[in-house]
C-alpha cells in the first residue's frame, strides 16, 4: 500500500513556474515507478510525465517536453514536477501516481494516486 500526497500547486502568470512534490508513505518507494497525470475541467485525466524506479529514465507528453521536469529522490521518498513556461491551458488538477509494474501514459498503468493539487495560470 502506497499513500500520495501532493504539495506545490497555486496560482502563477503565464510564462512563470511551479514545482509540484508528491511525498510517499511507506519504505518501498523505489519500487514504484511515478508519474503525474492532470484533469481539467470537462476534460478526461491526461498523461504529463513519468519516471522510472531508479530516476535514468523520463517520458513526457509532448505539450509538455522542454517545459516540464520530472524527477525523484527515493530518499526523501518524493517525486517532483518542475514546470516552467507556464501557459493558461497548463491549468488543472494535477494528480501523482505509482505503478509497481512499469512506466505508462496510461491511466490504468497506474495503482495508487494523490487527492491532487490545483494549478492555476493565468494570462
Known amino acids: 500500500q502506497v499513500q500520495l500526497v501532493e504539495f506545490g500547486g497555486g496560482l502563477v502568470q503565464a510564462g512563470g513556474s511551479l514545482r509540484l512534490s508528491c511525498a510517499a508513505s511507506?519504505?518501498?518507494?523505489?519500487?514504484?515507478?511515478m508519474g503525474w497525470f492532470r484533469q481539467a475541467p470537462g476534460k478526461e485525466r491526461e498523461f504529463v510525465a513519468t519516471?522510472?524506479?531508479?530516476?535514468?529514465?523520463?517520458d513526457y507528453a509532448d505539450s509538455v517536453k522542454g517545459r516540464f521536469t520530472i524527477s525523484r529522490d527515493n530518499a526523501k521518498n518524493t517525486v517532483y514536477l518542475q514546470m516552467n513556461s507556464l501557459k493558461p491551458e497548463d491549468t488543472a488538477v494535477y494528480y501523482c501516481?505509482?505503478?509497481?509494474?512499469?512506466?505508462?501514459?496510461?491511466?490504468?498503468?497506474?495503482?495508487?494516486w494523490g487527492q491532487g493539487s490545483q494549478v492555476t495560470v493565468s494570462s
Open positions: 501516481a505509482a505503478s509497481y509494474w512499469s512506466t505508462g501514459t496510461q491511466v490504468s498503468s497506474y495503482d495508487y
Open positions: 511507506g519504505r518501498t518507494f523505489s519500487s514504484y515507478a
Open positions: 519516471i522510472n524506479r531508479s530516476g535514468s529514465s523520463t
